[in-house]
């Protein structure tokens, strides 16, 4: 069965610096994709970036940049010059592709509450 | 692109009552899910649309529950005899369909069963 961990519960990070959030998984579909979410204190789940798990290089979105390491099983957020407004909840997500697997549901992590500090 | 949208935002409920919910998805989108999230966890699946056809649903989903997307558009979520275990909040996902595609959510509808 497909797992998302993120063993990082709450991180305070001062403003403009660069923040890295963990995300290790778990899968025996070959074929997969991970996508990480942030969710501010209005409860709307907000899509960053997406990393599919035969791209050959890490997946870049302004800001964000997903550190892919395949081997590792790991799916880090790097966040670079935070800004007071990436103050939220980020979760990390899987889903499996192969059509052998069924599964068309995302898989979230419990999430990591990050603060920004002035 | 009006985005996903769920109504009500708050839905306060005492136990044994019947509650729905409704979700209006992104007008080109035919793919719809159902997701709750408690307080501290990520969102679990509940069950997903394809058009009308309800494709796949979730262990998580008992019996009280019954979701329906009669016309391939809007979505209800219903659930019969509110137990306090079901305070949760409740969110609505929309997609095009393709395998590798993010899932645009609604801001979710927070019920309380008191």
């Known amino acids: 069965a497909q797992k998302i961990t993120q063993t990082q519960p709450g991180m305070f990070v001062q403003e403009k610096e660069a923040v890295t959030l963990d995300c290790t998984y778990d899968t025996s579909d070959p074929s997969y994709g991970l996508f990480w979410y942030k969710q501010p204190s209005s409860g709307e789940m907000i899509f960053l970036i997406y990393q599919g798990s035969y791209d050959q290089q890490n997946a870049t979105e302004g800001r964000y940049s997903l550190n892919f390491q395949k081997a590792r099983k790991s799916a880090n957020l790097v966040i670079s010059a935070s800004q007071l407004g990436d103050s939220a909840m980020y979760f990390c997500a899987m889903r499996e592709l192969s059509t052998n697997f069924g599964n068309e549901k995302l898989t979230f992590g419990t999430g990591t509450r990050l603060t920004i500090i002035p | 692109d009006t985005g996903v949208s769920q109504n009500p935002r708050h839905k306060i409920t005492k136990r044994g009552q019947n509650v729905t919910f409704r979700c209006d998805p992104i007008s080109e989108h035919n793919r719809l899910y159902w997701y709750r999230q408690t307080l501290g966890q990520g969102p679990e699946f509940l069950t997903y649309?394809?058009?009308?056809?309800?494709?796949?649903k979730s262990r998580l989903l008992s019996d009280r529950f019954s979701a329906e997307r009669p016309k391939g558009s809007f979505s209800t979520l219903e659930i019969q005899r509110t137990e306090q275990g079901d305070s949760a909040m409740y969110l609505c996902?929309?997609?095009?369909?393709?395998?590798?595609?993010?899932?645009?959510f609604g801001s979710g509808t927070q019920l309380s069963v008191l």
């Open positions: 649309f394809q058009n009308e056809a309800q494709l796949e």
């Open positions: 996902a929309s997609s095009h369909g393709r395998t590798n595609e993010k899932l645009f």
